[in-house]
């Protein structure tokens, strides 16, 4: 499957940014879709991911409450709506794809997942 994220961009603390990826090549539903992201100078961390179904999500502690992942069937598309951003927000997102369902700790680390997209740089000033 092929991913193409976008949405990033230059935003305030405090405003919002929604970032798509759409997916193309294989059956969507096929797949666990996640978002992960890096700082510069860090590692990439898990952000939030969703199951093929839609029906259960998973958050890092640090966006609990800001961010939502959801995703749309039809359109072949994940989102992540971010809201309340922060400077430490800052980073470029990358979203990825996983084979099957996952249990909940395998849908937290990037290795279980297959395939990845470009990544779109979020940008939060102060």
């Known amino acids: 499957v092929q991913l193409q994220a976008s949405g990033g961009g230059l935003v305030q603390a405090g405003g919002s940014l929604r970032l798509s990826c759409a997916a193309s090549?294989?059956?969507?539903?096929?797949?666990?879709m996640g978002w992960f992201r890096q700082a510069p100078g860090k590692e990439r961390e898990f952000v939030a991911a969703?199951?093929?179904?839609?029906?259960?999500?998973y958050y890092v502690d640090s966006v609990k409450g800001r961010f939502t992942i959801s995703r749309d069937g039809a359109k072949n598309t994940v989102y992540l709506q971010m809201n309340s951003l922060k400077p430490e927000d800052t980073a470029v997102y990358y979203c990825a794809a996983a084979s099957g369902n996952l249990i909940r700790s395998s849908m937290l680390a990037s290795r279980y997942y297959n395939y990845w997209g470009q990544g779109t740089l979020v940008t939060v000033s102060s």
């Open positions: 969703i199951t093929r179904s839609g029906g259960s999500t």
């Open positions: 090549g294989r059956p969507f539903g096929s797949y666990s």
